[in-house]
Structure formats: C-alpha cells, structure tokens
C-alpha cells in the first residue's frame, strides 16, 4: 500500500511539477508502530468501556484497525527496504 501510494504521488508531482518526497519506513518500524497502535487501542478500548466516553472505545477500535494494517504492511515489506 505504501508503494503505491509513493507512486501515485509522485505521478502528482511530476504532474503540478513540485518535488515532495514521501518517507519510505523500514520494516522494523512498521512493526514498532503496529505494537504502540495496538497497547494504545487496547487501552483506549478499556478505558471507554470503563468509563461513559464511547468516543475512547471507537478511537481505540480504530487503533486496533491500523495496528492490523501496519503489521500487514510489514509483513509485505522485503528485507533490504
């Protein structure tokens, strides 16, 4: 997904003639980043459940969503990027 996202931005690029660069993160990271999405969506889950905010609990859900995709995302990434 982020391979085809950089590549949809830079056809935008070389279209409105601008130069922006989108950051390409290692697979180590992704899957930093799908942990920390995970622990905060676990507890932002919890805490909506505990306490009368549902607005904690979709958050959350949301968070537990992209951890999901992060670590798909991972898993798609090769070794040497």
Request: charged fraction near 20%.
């Amino acid at each position: 997904m982020i391979k085809e996202v950089n590549q949809a931005c830079e056809k935008l690029n070389d279209t409105l003639g601008i130069s922006v660069e989108l950051p390409n993160p290692k697979k180590k990271a992704l899957k930093t980043a799908a942990v920390c999405n995970l622990v905060v969506g676990a507890g932002l889950v919890a805490a909506g459940i505990l306490f009368p905010s549902k607005s904690c609990a979709l958050l959350g859900g949301i968070s537990v969503i992209s951890s999901a995709v992060l670590k798909k995302e991972s898993k798609n990434k090769t070794h040497e990027s």
